[in-house]
């Protein structure tokens, strides 16, 4: 079956790190995006991606960036982490047809 | 910011019930979905209403969506313990899988209480 994956799953770093967080989708979906999820915020849009070579801001896009190589994977990277970084990253990949997003389990991310 | 805002922010139901969540949002949209979180799990997708449509069902779920008022309602009907997590309603401004169109409220936590 199709799915998206996430990786790592738990990441504790230190503030000024560069961190990588991996998203991977065997959808063969053009569309993927980033998301942040925190107590209070809902979620809220980072980065997506519209297809290979394809990135653009989202709400809460500043301290993040993406790359998109494939159509399977969409890096998120944080340049230089920051304790209001600290959240649950949530990667998500959209259906041609309706917009229906699939969701990955996402990643805990704790910066010290 | 949040197009969307779900209303209750939290409820907590005897099982067998119904449950009835609320979304509003302000701007005119393309299609508004429903997605349910279980604890430390990613969203998962459970409906889409298009704006050109006024009531979906699916399984127990039932959407309907009033434009004229901006709002949409998700019902659960006999409710059961593994409902219990949080619903979120999303709005598309765009057709298809645009992205800048889908903007997610800050959710509705259920409880079923057994």
């Known amino acids: 079956d199709a799915e998206i994956t996430q990786s790592p799953r738990h990441k504790i770093t230190e503030t000024g790190r560069q961190v990588t967080l991996a998203c991977h989708q065997t959808?063969?979906?053009?569309?993927m995006f980033w998301y942040r999820q925190d107590l209070g915020h809902g979620l809220r849009l980072i980065h997506y991606?519209?297809?290979?070579?394809?990135?653009n801001k989202g709400e809460v896009s500043d301290g993040y960036s993406v790359s998109r190589s494939n159509t399977e994977d969409l890096p998120l990277t944080l340049e230089s982490a920051a304790s209001s970084q600290t959240s649950v990253y949530f990667c998500?990949?959209?259906?041609?047809?309706?917009?229906?997003?699939?969701f990955g389990p996402g990643t805990r991310l704790t910066v010290l | 910011s949040q197009q969307g805002e779900e209303d209750p922010q939290a409820l907590s139901i005897q099982e067998g019930e119904n449950a009835t969540m609320n979304c509003s949002y302000k701007?005119?949209?393309?299609?508004l979905q429903w997605y349910r979180q279980n604890s430390g799990r990613g969203l998962v997708h459970l409906i889409l209403?298009?704006?050109?449509?006024r009531e979906k069902h699916s399984g127990r779920l039932r959407v309907t969506l009033d434009t004229s008022k901006k709002s949409s309602s998700l019902l659960i009907t006999a409710s059961r313990a593994a409902d219990t997590a949080s619903y979120f309603c999303?709005?598309?401004?765009?057709?298809?899988?645009?992205?800048?169109?889908?903007?997610f409220g800050k959710g509705t936590h259920l409880i079923i209480q057994p």
């Open positions: 998500a990949s959209s259906d041609p047809t309706s917009g229906a997003l699939s």
């Open positions: 959808w063969n979906h053009n569309n």
């Open positions: 991606s519209y297809g290979v070579q394809d990135t």
């Open positions: 701007t005119s949209i393309n299609n």
């Open positions: 209403i298009r704006s050109n449509e």
């Open positions: 999303a709005t598309g401004a765009n057709s298809g899988g645009g992205a800048d169109g889908l903007t």
